[in-house]
T-cell receptor, first 113, second 116 residues
Framework: AQSVTQLGSHVSVSEGALVLLRCNYS??????LFWYVQYPNQGLQLLLK??????LVKGINGFEADFKKSETSFHLTKPSAHMSDAAEYFC???????????FGGGTRVLVKP | SAVISQKPSRDICQRGTSLTIQCQVD?????MFWYRQQPGQSLTLIAT?????????ESGFVIDKFPISRPNLTFSTLTVSNMSPEDSSIYLC?????????????FGPGTRLTVL
């Protein structure tokens, strides 16, 4: 069985500061890992994904995530927060192409001016 | 990626009634999924909609409550039957594209359902 834990349901950052969202996973097979963002009253948008290639993955909007197998982690970062980054972020795991996604509980990001 | 639309975008329904949600994709897809997002919660998979066969349901979800159709490679429906206030949620469909990167799911905008 697979599972995802996101540490911190809410994160508050100042505009221009580092954004760090933590995600730990468990999987019985080499995982596929994803970060999605959900803006208010919208669906989910893919930020980035890891599918066994480079461990440092770059995504849209300046986000990147680092896959660390030894730590079973896939933390998301952005060097400088922008007001438009205020949203909810979900980490998800699957056990291969075409398989279901298991989501973490989500982290809501608030950006302070 | 793919352009995914859902209808309706939102609805307010009375308890005991049923609502059918449509998911349309602008290209052929191999896999279609239906998720539920309860208020303030994360997403939970309801079922995988299989083209030409019955849907595969996750633990805790049953066909009588959430019947699903998938008549072709670009369209699926989810019905929420005999609704109660506990069914108030956002329902999202997602797709994995055919002939390409099936490792990634793309999501529709969701249907926001309120049951009174």
């Amino acid at each position: 069985a697979q599972s995802v834990t996101q540490l911190g349901s809410h994160v508050s950052v100042s505009e221009g500061a580092l954004v760090l969202l933590r995600c730990n996973y468990s999987s019985s097979v080499p995982p596929y890992l994803f970060w999605y963002v959900q803006y208010p009253n919208q669906g989910l948008q893919l930020l980035l994904k890891y599918t066994s290639a480079a461990t440092l993955v770059k995504g849209i909007n300046g986000f990147e995530a680092d896959f660390k197998k030894s730590e079973t982690s896939f933390h998301l970062t952005k060097p400088s927060a922008h007001m438009s980054d205020a949203a909810e972020y979900f980490c998800a795991v699957s056990e291969g192409a075409g398989n279901k996604l298991t989501f973490g509980g989500g982290t809501r990001v608030l950006v302070k001016p | 990626s793919a352009v995914i639309s859902q209808k309706p975008s939102r609805d307010i329904c009375q308890r005991g009634t049923s609502l059918t949600i449509q998911c349309q994709v602008d290209s052929q897809v191999t896999m279609m999924f239906w998720y539920r997002q309860q208020p303030g919660q994360s997403l939970t998979l309801i079922a995988t909609a299989n083209q030409g066969s019955e849907a595969t349901y996750e633990s805790g979800f049953v066909i009588d409550k959430f019947p699903i159709s998938r008549p072709n490679l670009t369209f699926s429906t989810l019905t929420v039957s005999n609704m109660s206030p506990e069914d108030s949620s956002i329902y999202l469909c997602s797709v994995a594209l055919a002939g390409g990167s099936t490792d990634t799911q793309y999501f529709g905008p969701g249907t926001r359902l309120t049951v009174l």
